[in-house]
């Protein structure tokens, strides 16, 4: 491990181009440059300078201005003791690093892995680190609340932006964890993530590609080729099979939390049991998660 420490460290003080972007993190003779940081809705620009001979790496925070930039899902974060940065370009590839604050301005690479190719979004995946902690895994860039993935391969994640809904008092409870803001909308093409009109807390994808989203009022909506419709009724969680199967956790509380739904392309059929969380198999068959953590599918 730290052979490879020190390989990536070195290649990172030397190989990065000088005509990278402004607002893209550099790592460059020793020096961190980060134009844009988001600090629980503030922006910063920080520069972190390099420890000589430090193992694990360190890194000492040298400059911070707070500034007003726009953020994106591929804007690094604190999130914690930690600063995390989606996207560090190193040669070739693009890294996704953790840095851990371990006292005052200091800091230490906790983690780091390469970043999947998606066209031009994101950099070679050519070799991977030696560490077994990241061979059958590969981080993407940005942070989500919650994601889908259609039968067609599309992906759709809810995070990254958030927008305020205050005003509704529905299921405000501990049990339910209730919010009154919605997280922004975020489809995956060829050049990385793209941000689409629309907002919630929950959703799944159908076999066509096009997201269903419950918000932060518990309401419904499934997005189609002319738009956003509303689906009657309120839901807590929903999930979709790859056979087109459209299954809900319903707003009625019950002993394992909350009746359980499926849409017929009219109305919403409950069925027996209660539950928390639900997911939905390629046969249309739905798995639950009910209040006690317990697992349930229907035969």
């Known amino acids: 491990m730290k052979t490879i420490l020190g390989t990536l460290l070195i290649l990172a003080a030397t190989a990065l181009c000088p005509a990278a972007l402004a607002d893209l993190p550099v790592f460059r003779n020793g020096l961190l440059t980060l134009p844009v940081v988001e600090d629980e809705g503030d922006t910063w ?29 591929n804007t690094p974060w604190f999130v914690d003791d930690f600063l995390v940065i989606p996207a560090l370009k190193l040669g070739r590839d693009s890294y996704w690093v953790e840095l851990r604050l371990t006292g005052t301005n200091a800091f230490i690479l906790d983690s780091y892995g390469l970043n999947r190719q998606q066209g031009h979004g994101f950099q070679d995946d050519s070799g991977y680190p030696a560490s077994p902690a990241f061979r059958d895994w590969i981080r993407i860039p940005g942070d989500a609340r919650d994601i889908g993935v259609g039968a067609d391969g599309t992906v759709w994640v809810l995070g990254g932006s958030i927008y305020g809904n205050y005003g509704h008092d529905f299921f405000n409870d501990a049990f339910n964890n209730d919010i009154d803001y919605d ?31 419950v918000n932060s009022d ?42 359980i739904y499926t849409w017929d392309g009219r109305g919403w059929i409950r069925v027996s049991g209660s539950a928390r969380q639900i997911s939905v198999g390629p046969d249309g068959e739905p798995w639950v998660v009910n209040r006690e953590g317990e697992i349930y599918t229907r035969w």
């Open 218 to 259: 518990h309401e419904i909506w499934r997005l189609t080729p002319f738009g956003w419709n509303r689906i009657p009724g309120r839901a807590n969680d929903i999930g979709i099979g790859a056979d087109g199967s459209v299954w809900v956790i319903g707003s009625d509380r019950r002993l394992g939390g909350y009746g």
């Open 183 to 213: 997280f922004g909308l975020w489809v995956l093409d060829e050049f990385g993530w793209l941000e689409y009109p629309g907002s919630g807390i929950r959703l799944d994808v159908d076999p066509d590609g096009y997201p269903w989203v």
């Open 45 to 73: 620009t920080l520069e972190l300078e390099l420890v000589e001979n430090a193992f694990p790496p360190e890194l000492i925070l040298t400059h911070s201005r707070q500034v007003f930039a726009p953020v994106d899902m």
